[in-house]
């Protein structure tokens, strides 16, 4: 059978850092980048005699996250222990939920060729980070850093509702934004802060029995995603038309090979020997938390995508850009409440202002102007004062400086001649000096038109505005 007769089925895991400061049960910090093993104390050690302390805040994000993904959030959660010896573990198990999640049932929506479709969300749960171990090659030494360990995350299991690489890797992007959009996570595929791990198998199309799934992991961008997931699919349809079995196992992507290759056998659960954390009670929610946390939600991705098409009349892929980072998105509708032309300032931002933030390397936080002048700016160009080249220069130096875009333009002397009778003027003394143009137009000949156009525009000092030239010189040569 070819690889089109099977059907890929596929679920991901996805483990998503929480911005809080400090870890999941003591007070170590959670940032990133600190030497080896310079974020640690004797909780998250694992050292004889110590006790867990729950952060708060990050009970409140997995409440926001599972709200936001239209999940059942439990009133009672349970903590277990998941165990297993591995040098960056040092307690030899990790504090996680099991049976008894805090939050079940949900659902996200994702585009498909075939238009939006929803994937469910089975559990989303609390767990610590391991640690992580560095093998150095030269040295032949495998080294551990834990600063990591304790640290808290959320892990958002799907249900196996995903048929292709681009479907996995469209959901992975839509519950980026999403968390990121809520503030409990950073979106960082390259630091790890969310990662994801992919659950792959295949079966017959037409079947309903579902073929040995495999894990992949080491999967830290949308790219190696897809690439992982379509050789992984193309990998198992040729062992099963060979007339062999495939293996539940985990593997690795070595982006290297493009190929994954056999990293361990499959655990299932009774492997981890799960059993409830004696040292944390069951946690009890309370419903002014939920009231509170569901009332702060802020409007999410999708919602504020079809918005912006439909309050602000964008194209959809511009909307996409618009919505696709919360600040722009904030920034836009900043800028929105002083302007006329949404559509020209939509075209602003994802032109002139990205291409700028890309070149300084910058965030949208350290723009030097406010909304208000960025919107006096577009309101030259509208009124015809400021030509729309001239603005972008005046944009530049807004970015630069941050001056208002009044100074800039006084300054460089870059304001559109608009008064009628000054237009007029200029086009009398060209048309007077361009006898031969003026008879080739008024012959049938309209491509002239450009011609005179320029010579007013080069008399002027290229201060005209065009559209007012434009307008004269079809009125003196009889339009």
């Not at 059993?275 to 702060?296: G, K, M, Q």
């Not at 941050?402 to 200029?426: F, I, M, Y």
Request: proline share 6%; glycine share 8%.
């Amino acid at each position: 059978m070819p690889i089109e007769d099977f059907q890929p089925v596929i679920g991901l895991e996805v483990h998503a850092q929480l911005l809080t400061g400090s870890k999941l049960f003591c007070s170590c910090a959670t940032t990133f980048g600190a030497p080896p093993n310079h974020h640690v104390c004797p909780v998250c050690l694992g050292m004889p005699g110590v006790l867990p302390v729950l952060n708060a805040r990050v009970v409140e994000f997995a409440v926001r996250t599972g709200l936001a993904l239209r999940c059942e959030v439990r009133r009672t959660s349970v903590w277990a222990r998941k165990n297993y010896f591995y040098p960056d573990m040092p307690k030899g198990y990790q504090i996680t939920q099991y049976d008894q999640p805090i939050c079940e049932h949900g659902v996200l929506t994702i585009d498909t060729p075939g238009g939006e479709r929803d994937v469910r969300i089975r559990r989303i749960h609390m767990e610590e980070d391991a640690g992580k171990s560095v093998h150095d090659a030269h040295a032949g030494a495998s080294l551990v850093d834990l600063n990591r360990a304790g640290v808290p995350l959320l892990e958002i299991v799907s249900e196996p509702d995903i048929r292709s690489s681009e479907e996995a890797a469209e959901y992975l992007k839509a519950l980026r934004d999403v968390v990121v959009y809520l503030g409990v996570n950073d979106g960082n595929l390259e630091e790890g802060s969310f990662r994801c791990d992919a659950n792959v198998s295949v079966m017959p199309r037409g079947s309903a029995t579902l073929g040995t799934r495999v894990e992949l992991k080491n999967l830290n961008s949308f790219r190696f995603v897809r690439l992982a997931i379509d050789y992984e699919i193309a990998r198992q349809v040729e062992v099963l038309e060979s007339g062999g079995k495939v293996q539940q196992e985990t593997r690795l992507w070595d982006a290297q090979r493009s190929e994954t290759r056999a990293m361990r056998g499959k655990e299932e659960a009774h492997d981890y020997r799960y059993f409830p954390e004696p040292d944390l009670p069951p946690l009890h929610l309370e419903d002014a938390l939920l009231d509170r946390v569901a009332t702060s939600l802020p409007e999410l991705p999708r919602p504020r995508f079809r918005r912006f098409v439909s309050q602000y009349g964008l194209p959809e892929d511009t909307a996409h850009v618009l919505t696709g980072e919360r600040a722009l998105a904030d920034y836009f509708e900043a800028v929105a409440l002083h302007v006329k032309d949404p559509k020209r300032l939509a075209n602003w931002l994802q032109g002139e202002l990205l291409r700028l933030l890309k070149e300084e390397n910058a965030l949208l936080s350290a723009l030097r102007f406010t909304p208000a002048q960025l919107g006096e700016l577009l309101g030259m160009v509208e009124a015809g004062t400021l030509s729309a080249s001239a603005a972008k220069d005046v944009f530049a130096e807004m970015f630069r400086t941050g001056r208002a875009p009044r100074d800039v333009v006084a300054e460089k002397g870059l304001a559109q001649e608009s008064d009628v009778g000054a237009v007029e003027a200029v086009v009398d003394q060209v048309l007077a000096a361009c006898p031969k143009e003026v008879a080739q137009y008024q012959a049938g000949k309209k491509q002239v038109l450009g011609f005179l156009v320029g010579q007013v525009m080069r008399a002027m000092k290229g201060k005209g505005n065009p559209a007012l030239v434009n307008q004269v010189l079809k009125s003196r040569l009889g339009e």
